[in-house]
């Protein structure tokens, strides 16, 4: 095996790393079967505090993060770092929707993409965080901020890292973003989505 499949395998066995289950472990809940029974850093809050909810959102931000950095650094002068890059980071997403340690059912990705994009285009990253912020705010919907900033992501970085491997990787994300939301988008038409601001 190429060490550069290789390395998109590791890649993904990172991401597919259950943050949330870690966290909420030694508190005896499972995430899985409380809340929104989802494995994200918004279900550890609203289970376990914004602390904890914190924690798990930089450890799943870690887990598109860590791979990318390293790739910049394996893959220095390699002809297509930037396909090894975005791709490290899109495996690593992966993961964490589909792991293998828990039978390929994870999370929805938004932490993780978080990470990969504030690898691949800081700027486009700051734009949509500010567009997920007033939407929540708003809305009060936190899925409402996750669809609107991952829709927006393929247009940011089109502007500001205007790379096709980027682009390709950015429209993939949102897709399976928009699919892992969809129980969430079905709520939200039917008025049963749970809000986050506090009655």
């Avoid at 850093?41 to 791979?67: C, E």
């Avoid at 394996?74 to 293998?100: C, D, I, R, T, Y």
């Avoid at 247009?155 to 096709?164: A, E, S």
């Amino acid at each position: 095996m190429p060490k550069e499949y290789f390395f998109f395998l590791l890649a993904y066995l990172l991401g597919s790393i259950p943050t949330a289950l870690l966290v909420a472990k030694p508190f005896g809940i499972d995430p899985r079967e409380h809340g929104s029974r989802n494995l994200g850093a918004t279900n550890v809050a609203r289970l376990l505090g914004k602390k904890w909810g914190l924690i798990t959102l930089l450890g799943d931000m870690g887990k598109g993060i860590v791979p990318m950095l390293l790739a910049l650094s394996l893959f220095k002068g390699h002809p297509h770092q930037e396909w090894l890059v975005a791709g490290s980071g899109f495996a690593a997403f992966l993961g964490h929707l589909f792991p293998l340690y828990l039978r390929f059912r994870g999370g929805k990705g938004v932490a993780t993409a978080t990470g990969v994009f504030l690898v691949l285009c800081p700027k486009a990253l700051g734009i949509a965080l500010m567009c997920f912020i007033l939407a929540v705010k708003f809305s009060g919907f936190v899925s409402v901020g996750s669809l609107l900033a991952s829709a927006l992501m393929p247009f940011l970085i089109y502007l500001f890292c205007p790379q096709k491997t980027y682009i390709l990787t950015a429209s993939l994300m949102a897709l399976l973003i928009w699919i892992k939301h969809k129980d969430n988008i079905r709520r939200l038409l039917r008025g049963e989505e749970k809000s986050w601001k506090k009655k």
